[in-house]
């Protein structure tokens, strides 16, 4: 146990293409693609400041700089919707925005890999435990998963990863943890690997985009070699960093939504209108009859006339 310095900045990369969206992603950042009403970056950027953290550092890419609007103020925006005394929608705005100074922009120039996004956003954390949050994962529980591994963290000190339980056959997607005795409100992690060939895997807890990391992952990710997929992997830094400090895992229970799958993407949909008191009713009244009316495979007329 060790006094540590708190959690006060997280990393968001948002470089990523978001090739899987296309069209939508043409023009748009996936990170901007909306979860009823606001964009899936919302949430993520939502939950770290829930969990304590000030200063936002989003690593973005080409054709993001629309991200960098979405946390600025609109002044025109705001003006208009004064002057309408649209006061529940300026308060929403000035909820979201991040006060002056508390966002960095920096950008992952090549494509690199998760690591290397990470290693991007060294100089603005400096010499400081940071969070990290992949903004393709949003999550719905009544304590957030980042509020959970920060209470972990403050009595541990050390590195911190958010885990889940995936399907034994999902296990080549993702880092896969090996799980050791139990710490407070986690466990100790024995070992990880990221993307493990079929049947290889040590366990079924996958690694869900949460992470609390010592600033010491910098100087390994400077000189880390490219791993699954040809790409600088973040997992095979942490495996290095393990050489020399303590990695808990946080079993995370609540809900979590896979926003860079179609499928996931649209499950958040569904269960976060199920969420709004203002809107719970009528979407579940509009699920209900389109599950009882839509026959699987039915396709417009048109749709089959393109096939
Ligand atoms: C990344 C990480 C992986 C983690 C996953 C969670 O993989 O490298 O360890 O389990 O995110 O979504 P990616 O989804 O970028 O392939």
Not at 14 to 29: E, H, M, N, S, Y
Not at 70 to 75: G, I, N, R, S, Y
Not at 136 to 142: R, V
Not at 169 to 198: A, C, L, S, W
């Amino acid at each position: 146990m060790s006094t540590q310095k708190p959690v006060r900045k997280a990393v968001f990369p948002v470089a990523g293409l978001g090739t899987r969206f296309l069209p939508a992603t043409k023009a748009v950042p996936k990170e901007m693609l909306t979860v009823v009403d606001r964009p899936v970056i919302q949430y993520v950027v939502d939950e770290a400041r829930e969990a304590g953290v000030e200063h936002f550092v989003f690593v973005t890419g080409r054709n993001k700089s629309v991200i960098e609007d979405h946390f600025d103020l609109q002044v025109e925006l705001n003006d208009t919707l004064r002057k309408r005394g649209k006061t529940v929608e300026i308060r929403q705005l000035e909820e979201l925005q991040p006060k002056p100074g508390q966002a960095s922009f920096t950008r992952q120039q090549a494509p690199l890999g998760l690591g290397h996004a990470v290693w991007c956003a060294r100089d603005i954390i400096g010499d400081e435990p940071f969070a990290l949050l992949l903004p393709d994962m949003i999550m719905q529980s009544p304590k957030s998963c980042l509020s959970s591994m920060v209470e972990l963290h403050s009595k541990t000190g050390g590195n911190v990863l958010g885990v889940e339980e995936c399907k034994p056959e999902d296990t080549h997607k993702y880092g896969i943890i090996d799980r050791g005795d139990k710490v407070g409100n986690g466990f100790i992690i024995n070992d990880m690997v990221e993307k493990p060939p079929q049947g290889s895997a040590p366990s079924n807890l996958y690694l869900n985009g949460r992470y609390i990391l010592q600033p010491k992952i910098f100087d390994i990710l400077e000189h880390q070699k490219s791993g699954a997929g040809g790409e600088i992997q973040l997992t095979d830094a942490m495996l290095r960093l393990a050489e020399t400090e303590d990695f808990y895992g946080f079993h995370f229970k609540g809900r979590t939504f896979d926003c860079g799958s179609k499928e996931g993407f649209i499950a958040a949909n569904v269960a976060f209108s199920l969420w709004r008191p203002d809107m719970a009713d009528n979407v579940r009244h509009e699920i209900e009859k389109l599950l009882s009316e839509v026959k699987p495979f039915e396709r417009r007329q048109s749709d089959r006339r393109e096939q």
